[in-house]
Structure formats: C-alpha cells, structure tokens
C-alpha cells in the first residue's frame, strides 16, 4: 500500500482556509492545522469584552473551522519572532501597518520547520490570487514560495490550477484536476464551495484577521512607538491599544479610558502596572495612566476623567487616583466640558 501522505494547513479561521484543508482532506490526505499567535489576532479580543459586540459568537474562529473539519489544530505562540517582522518587514507596510507580504513568508517558513521537525510532506494555505492587494498577487505568490524556503512544498488548493503545479501535484499525492481555480477578491466561488460542503455561520471576511490592518490600531501603535522613542513592544502593549479610549494631553503621557463595563473589568487587571483613576462623587470609567506626570499632570488627566463621568455636567468632580502600590487619594476637579478636549489629543 501506498503511503499515507500528511499535510499541514495554516488555519486562520477564515472561510479561505478552512475551504482548502477541506479540498486537500478530500483527498484521503491526513490534514493538521497550525495557527499562529502573534498577538495582534482579532480573535477572541474586544468582541469578547464589550457589550456593544454581545451579539456576536464568542469563539475562536481558527478552533470552530478544525472542528467543523475534524482536524488537530497545533496553536503556536510567535510573539516574541513576529516582533521583527513588524519592526522591519523587507517588503514594506500594507496601507497602515500590516507588513502581509513579510508576515506570510514568516508564517509559511515557520510551518516549513514545522513539517521537518513532525515529518509532514506538504503546506496548504488558503490564498487566492487578486485577493488581497500586498500578499496575495500572482507576482507575489512565487515571493513567497521562495524567501519562505517552503519552495514547491506550498500547495494552494483553492487557486493551484493558475499557478506552476507543486511537487505533491507532480508526484501524485493530490489530483490538481480536483483543485480549484479561483481569482479575484469576489467571495461567490467560496461561498458555492462552503455550501456545497454543508459549511456554514463561518467567519465573514473584514480586512482580514489581524489588527494592523486596522487604520485606528495602526495610529495608536505610532503613537505608543512614538512616545517610547522605540518600535518594542510587549503583549500587555498590544492588548492595551485594543481596548479604551486613548487620549494624549501631552507626549509624555496618555489615558486609557474604559468605554463601558467590560473594558473597565478588563483594565482593572492592568491597575498595579499603570496609575489609576476614577470618579468617586459620581458614576464613572477607569482610566489607566500611561507615563510620568507631575501634580500639574494629575490633575489635568483628572479632569479628562471626570468628563467621562456621569459628573460631566457637575461643578466639582472628586477623582479617585490610586498608585500601582494600591494607595489612594482623593483631588476634586471640575471636569472637562465636551468642546473643550482638543481633538488632536484623541488617538
């Protein structure tokens, strides 16, 4: 008998790849996802936490598609080595701070080591031609293939007929006449396949999976490098530009202001890390404290805290400001009137 072959799929949670494991499975091949954290996933993040988002299903897309497929799903934590791919992708940003071209090559390279090291035969990704404007172009795709070092191991189901066949088409693992052929950023082709499949409540595609490639994340990780004088980073710094309202007075310093209950839990997590404050005459937000701040500091933050407060309209506001040690005190301010916060302080 002929040897079963194995194949490994990078597993996003998105329709993409969850269609080209399926294609490939198919095939009688033995497939096994890989999904890798690099910390700016969207993933289980701020719709987990606000009410606003409470509508949606709270879950891991990547873990719902290896269920829906009945495949192992190996969750592989890249913080620290996708640091310099963000820091210095050789390729460039995307349209805000998305460095896709650097990111695919490093996510595919790191499955290359990974079919090595548990004696895997080929890599499957989800990527269809024209689809997304940096990555995933035909002049790209051989990019990829080659700085990756994955070469013609990178099988890509779902548009492998446009393309040079791979070594698993030429040695007869899969058949390229049961692969697919499509192009262009319309999703009806996948849609087809997702129902032909029996697929459905899958992930709908918003600029992808990743934050960066989110204009309003983006400005905010500017501003944080711009603030530390330095492009590092830490996972607490990128949980943190996810959630809150960030306003900067001054270079020096920034709030984080909860926008409703369940960002105020979560901030309360971060309280011996940050200064704090809160109303205490009056209903109102946490808001964290990022940086140094004299006297003068405190107060105007108490004062922007304030008029978050359900005392925005009062004369005087007494602000609770708690150090990262756990001591208190109490300043009493008048808060802030809405038109008069500038709104270039606002992130």
Known sequence: MSKQRKAVALISGGLDSMLAAKTILEQGIHV???????GFCV????????????AKVKRNNSLWVAEQLGIKLHIVDVIEEYKNVLINPKHGYGQHLNPCLDCKIFMVNKAKQWIVENDFDFIITGEVIGQRPMSQRKATMPIISKQSGADDLLLRPLCAKN???TLPEREGWVDREKLHDITGRSRKPQMALA????????????GGCC?????????KLVDLWQAHGHKEYELDDVMLLKVGRHIRPAPHFKLIVAREEGEGRFLQGYKKQFISMNCASHPGPLVLIDGELSAEDLYLAARIAARYGQGRDAEQVDITIRQQDGSERNI??????IDEIPQEWYI
């Open 195 to 206: 129902e032909q499949w029996g697929f459905d409540d899958y992930a709908q595609p918003a």
């Open 332 to 337: 009493q301010v008048t808060p802030f009137k």
């Open 32 to 38: 096994e996802g890989i999904n890798f954290f690099t």
């Open 43 to 54: 993933e289980g993040h701020t719709h987990a936490i606000r009410a606003k988002d409470k």
């Open 163 to 165: 393309l040079p066949e």
């Open 211 to 219: 934050f960066l490639t989110d204009k309003n994340y983006s400005a």
